[in-house]
């Protein structure tokens, strides 16, 4: 990086991070409090990582997720020497998702291609859990579609043998995207 890697624990006032069973995605905000001009440091340019990782009472990591910032919600001065900014953070794979068209054959189980979709094209595995009733199946994507709506589509369609819908999401303590059917969410 041209900048480098800066730390601004001391400058973030809150982070709130925002799961949905229903996105393949995590979005957040941190809310930046500087008193000091170190904003003036890091340079903010747009699509900067950020990674933010929560510890446990033994200082061992609970969470470690690598977020990418999509812009400032919110900025004002506040007096001569401090300045307030929101910043709106969102997984990197969505990024990767809304920058990539692709056209492709994928062959077998909904969770399966969901797998080889997420992985191939965007470099984050799909974990699924449960167990599909749907056989193999040939499906063709067009270049018109992204990643996410290719597997977002497939994971509409996966269904266990009780005709139970899976659900496609992300979560703060894995890294991999969820694949899961509601009897395993709610047993």
């Not at 609970?62 to 910032?69: L, M, R, S």
């Amino acid at each position: 990086p041209r900048y480098g890697q800066r730390e601004i624990t001391k400058i973030v006032a809150e982070v709130n991070m925002y799961e949905n069973i229903g996105l393949p995605y995590i979005t957040g905000r941190l809310v930046i409090i500087d008193s000091a001009n170190a904003s003036n440091a890091v340079h903010f340019q747009g699509q900067e990582k950020v990674q933010i990782i929560v510890l446990d009472a033994d200082l061992q990591p609970i969470v470690n997720k690598e977020f990418i910032c999509m812009g400032i919600d919110f900025g004002q001065k506040v007096g001569d020497d401090k300045s307030t900014f929101v910043v709106k953070l969102v997984e990197e794979h969505v990024m990767l998702s809304n920058l990539t068209r692709f056209s492709k054959v994928y062959e077998g189980t909904p969770d399966v291609i969901c797998n080889q979709i997420c992985s191939e094209q965007l470099g984050v595995a799909v974990k699924p859990e449960g167990s599909p009733a749907q056989s193999d199946m040939r499906v063709v994507f067009p270049f018109t579609v992204s990643p996410l709506e290719a597997a977002n589509w497939i994971a509409a369609r996966c269904t266990n043998g009780s005709g139970i819908p899976f659900y496609f999401y992300s979560t703060m303590v894995d890294n991999e995207l969820q694949l899961k059917d509601i009897s395993v969410l709610v047993g």
